[in-house]
């Protein structure tokens, strides 16, 4: 069994920053990407960020692109999304996905349980 826990969520205001975590445990298992996905209320899923595990890719979804950074320190198992210049728009549970591909959140093999953020204007 593969645990995925996320933590970093909260408030912030807007054009502010928060920074998810994703720490990754239990049976060996090597995903290929890590990404983060989002949900608002009442939308579909939606990949913003990927980091291929072994090597240098990085992807993003348009709209987080400049603002957000996803890295990764393998050593501790553990993924990063830095959220600069939030937006309200940004409001969502964002997830955390060891994925068979880059900004997909259907090739997905396992997910964390999620953390909100919330931006106020």
């Known amino acids: 069994q593969v645990q995925l826990v996320e933590s970093g969520g909260g408030s912030a205001q807007t054009g502010g920053s928060l920074k998810l975590s994703c720490t990754v445990s239990?049976?060996?298992?090597?995903?290929?990407?890590m990404t983060w996905c989002r949900q608002a209320l009442g939308k579909g899923r939606e990949a913003v960020a990927s980091?291929?595990?072994?090597?240098?890719?990085?992807w993003y979804d348009k709209s987080v692109a400049g603002r957000f950074t996803i890295s990764q320190d393998t050593n501790k198992k553990t993924v990063y999304l830095l959220m600069n210049n939030l937006q309200p728009q940004d409001t969502a549970m964002y997830f955390c996905?060891?994925?068979?591909?880059?900004?997909?959140?259907?090739?997905?093999?396992?997910w964390g349980q999620g953390t909100q953020v919330t931006v106020s204007s």
């Open positions: 996905a060891a994925a068979r591909s880059p900004l997909s959140s259907d090739a997905v093999d396992y």
């Open positions: 239990g049976d060996t298992y090597s995903a290929a990407y």
């Open positions: 980091i291929v595990v072994r090597g240098v890719g990085r």
